[in-house]
């Protein structure tokens, strides 16, 4: 942590007081200088000097709200929490990426962006990059309590594998009260042993090749032949990880949820955002051709 000077915090706190020479004198009088503790604090109007300084020699550090969701890379995240608390982001991933503490909590590169549950947390800004992250795994064990476990045993899922499901299903709609039908055709296909076909995997496969800022609007056919163990044209099973951070909605899709017989889906070009559903390849391909009918009148080539 960097040591603050008073001079400092003089200059943080000028703009508040209407008098320097008086706030100096009670600072020095109360020793304030050699005791400074650094961090975030809640300056009240109508403090006095007195108030003022007894309130930063005291420590009591205002709790500031913490926030992140949808991050899909520790990069990302790194950057989103940097803005929001004192360690730079490259303190933050590093942190986040130490192999030693993920083999030691049965994470890998893969798979660590499942520790880290969307949400708002409170924290104080000075909390290090260490520190956030021990924080962010015993939120992650509260997380997962007996019921979620029980949920995830019951789809024959770990905990970590309904995080990578989830990731997909939520990139795979962004409606929120059609995730639990998506993630029950998912878990149909992976039930009988079908390849998963996801889209979302083929995106994320050719954005870790060109960028991850490679704009993807249309999955091609040549795409399908990636060759990559997130490609689930050509894998079986769920991919080494999440492809992005799910939220709690995706979870507990996944979780929980809606019965039914289907194992195709298609996007609706009727309800921009939402798609259709099939039992059988005749009835998806015959929606497939609408909606690629669709993508080309409106000029979607890529």
Not at 17 to 37: H, M, T
Not at 111 to 119: C, D, E, L, V
Not at 144 to 153: D, M
Not at 172 to 182: F, K
């Amino acid at each position: 942590m960097r040591i603050v000077s008073y001079s400092e915090v003089e200059g943080l706190i000028r703009p508040f007081v209407k008098r320097v020479k008086p706030l100096n004198w009670v600072a020095n009088k109360k020793n304030y200088p050699s005791k400074i503790k650094a961090g975030r604090y809640f300056i009240k109007k109508g403090m006095n000097n007195n108030q003022l300084i007894n309130l930063l020699r005291s420590g009591n550090q205002t709790v500031l709200k913490l926030s992140f969701n949808n991050q899909d890379t520790l990069e990302k995240l790194a950057a989103r929490i940097a803005e929001q608390i004192e360690p730079d982001s490259i303190s933050i991933l590093t942190a986040l990426k130490d192999p030693i503490f993920l083999a030691s909590n049965d994470f890998n590169p893969q798979t660590a962006i499942a520790m880290y549950i969307p949400n708002s947390y409170e924290f104080y800004w000075n909390t290090s990059a260490n520190k956030f992250k021990q924080r962010m795994l015993k939120e992650y064990h509260r997380f997962w309590n007996a019921t979620r476990k029980a949920n995830a045993k019951k789809q024959g899922l770990s905990p970590l594998e309904v995080s990578t499901l989830a990731s997909i299903v939520q990139k795979e709609t962004a409606a929120i009260s059609e995730r639990p039908e998506v993630a029950q055709l998912y878990l149909n296909r992976l039930n009988n042993n079908w390849p998963l076909q996801a889209d979302p995997t083929v995106i994320y496969a050719i954005k870790a090749i060109k960028g991850q800022e490679t704009v993807i609007k249309r999955v091609l056919l040549k795409d399908l032949q990636i060759d990559s163990p997130y490609n689930t044209y050509k894998i079986n099973g769920l991919p080494p990880g999440p492809i992005g951070m799910p939220d709690i909605s995706a979870i507990d899709a996944v979780l929980k949820p809606k019965k039914h017989a289907y194992f195709y889906m298609c996007a609706n070009i009727e309800t921009p955002g939402r798609h259709v559903f099939a039992k059988t390849l005749s009835q998806h391909n015959r929606n497939a051709i609408k909606y690629q009918q669709w993508l080309n009148k409106q000029g979607v080539r890529r």
